[in-house]
């Protein structure tokens, strides 16, 4: 990595370590402070030695966190219990006049705000996922990170469908959803059958209610055609799991499965090779999170890396961050796509 | 905090404040400068973090030791702007105090021979 980008990159961490510090402390020399810290990384950057950056990242931690916690007790100790009821009071007219007053708000309320709707935002509207699997290759990489809408497809009697956007689950929709078998985990998949369809696939074709499909975001990798898979429900596999052979022994009429009310049937767009609804059953509509809003980054790792993270991962991000980053699928909208008919 | 009018009632300095003031003695210096400067002084041994030289600077600024100057460029280094510091007569008293302190420390060490011993006997 060049020289710049280490310095610049060691700068802005240290800007954000600078809250760490009391806030008086901080107005008074936070900028000589970086300026300081700039000039120790270009002195850094101009000695020889291999482990040099290394030492100086722990020498910098080391300053700052006894500094920090010195400045911190310091601060404290002088504080009467008069400063306490003051700063106290200070908080709460911050808070309370926050974004009624035209004046620039309290440092303490911004962040205060900032912090409060990300978590609302974090838990209630959106989520990030990662996808670390290929069932959806063509569309969803292994290693794409994204923000999940949660609001989009949520049951409208608890939010009040006037007041936010909501539309119920359609047919080529991208949907994120608790997997059925195990609730832990997020499975990202395509809508093919909402309840009432009959669906059945001949060689690789998915043929709805009758109608065979014409589906552009699917893909073929594998030329052969294997009987449950390509044919399905056809030469029922009983190795299925526990919902699959429920749906295989009470969903299926004259070769078709029939999508029964309060489920919906998904696909992966990667369709030989994609673990999904032919295996392991329907998707209760209520196990639905959300639908996927865009892919915030998408980093070329291996799937056991993406599924939990180890040192060995941080490690390898930190150093291959802007080499195995795909930055051309970087704020990326999956978007739900009909599926045409096929002639 | 209340500033003690005699130099004594500062003692003993601890290190980075005993080298930060000697750095000041010549000239006025900004951060990078004190830091630069304690390094030669110390060969190295004392490598200033930014926490510890600002920290310091509060304290003895708040005691009177250091006064802010100006703020202007420094020719070797880039255009931007640096606040440099500057000694008080108060700072000079405690940093002599300090040096003197030392001194006889140094000669209570030598009247007892400490330096005549062989420096890699190790017991």
């Known amino acids: 990595m060049p020289q710049a980008v280490l310095v610049r990159w ?31 990384c270009r002195l850094t950057a101009g000695n020889p030695g291999r482990l040099r950056w290394l030492r100086f990242a722990l020498r910098s931690a080391a300053d700052w966190l006894s500094t920090t916690i010195e400045e911190r007790t310091v601060t404290l100790r002088e504080m009467t219990p008069r400063d306490y009821g003051r700063k106290a009071a200070g908080l709460a007219r911050t808070v309370w006049s926050a974004g009624r007053s035209h004046q620039p708000r309290g440092l303490v309320a911004e962040w205060g705000m900032t912090l409060v709707v990300f978590l609302f935002a974090t838990t209630t509207l959106v989520q990030a996922y990662v996808i670390p699997t290929g069932s959806m290759e063509g569309t969803l990489r292994v290693g794409d990170h994204m923000l999940v809408d949660r609001v989009a497809f949520a049951n409208p009697g608890k939010w009040g469908g006037k007041l936010l956007p909501y539309r119920d ?12 078998e195990d609730v832990r985990q997020t499975y990202v998949k395509r809508v093919v059958g909402i309840p009432g369809d009959r669906i059945r696939l001949q060689d690789k074709q998915v043929i709805r209610n009758g109608v065979r499909l014409r589906e552009p975001y699917t893909q073929h990798i594998d030329p052969m055609v294997e009987a449950y898979r390509d044919n399905f429900p056809a030469a029922p596999q009983w190795s299925t799991t526990p919902r699959g052979r429920d749906m295989l022994l009470n969903h299926v009429r004259d070769g078709e499965v029939v999508v029964p009310p309060g489920m919906i049937f998904a696909l992966g767009d990667n369709r030989d090779n994609s673990e999904d609804s032919r295996y392991w059953g329907f998707v209760p509509r209520d196990y639905v999170v959300g639908k996927p809003l865009l892919v915030y980054w998408s980093y070329d790792a291996p799937t056991a890396d993406l599924e939990s993270w180890s040192l060995g991962h941080v490690v390898d991000v930190m150093a291959h961050f802007f080499t195995r980053t795909r930055w051309e699928r970087t704020l990326l909208v999956p978007r739900s796509q009909q599926a045409g008919v096929d002639q | 905090m209340k500033k003690p009018s005699a130099p004594q009632e500062l003692l003993p300095l601890t290190a980075p404040v005993f080298h930060i003031l000697l750095a000041l003695t010549g000239e006025e210096r900004h951060g990078y400068g004190i830091m630069q400067d304690v390094a030669r002084q110390t060969n190295d041994g004392l490598q200033l973090g930014p926490g510890t030289l600002y920290g310091c600077l509060k304290r003895m600024l708040a005691a009177g030791m250091v006064e802010e100057s100006e703020e202007r460029p420094d020719p070797a280094l880039d255009d931007e702007r640096r606040r440099y510091y500057r000694m008080t007569p108060l700072g000079r008293r405690v940093v002599r105090a300090e040096a003197q302190r030392l001194a006889n420390a140094v000669t209570a060490a030598k009247a007892r021979r400490l330096f005549d011993w062989p420096e890699t006997e190790e017991a």
């Open chain 1, 10 to 40: 060691f700068c802005r961490v240290y800007l954000l370590m600078l809250y760490a510090y009391p806030r008086e402390f901080r107005l008074q020399f936070g900028g000589e402070m970086q300026q300081l810290f700039r000039d120790r």
């Open chain 1, 169 to 180: 689950v359609e047919r080529g929709d991208i949907v994120a959803f608790h997997y059925p």
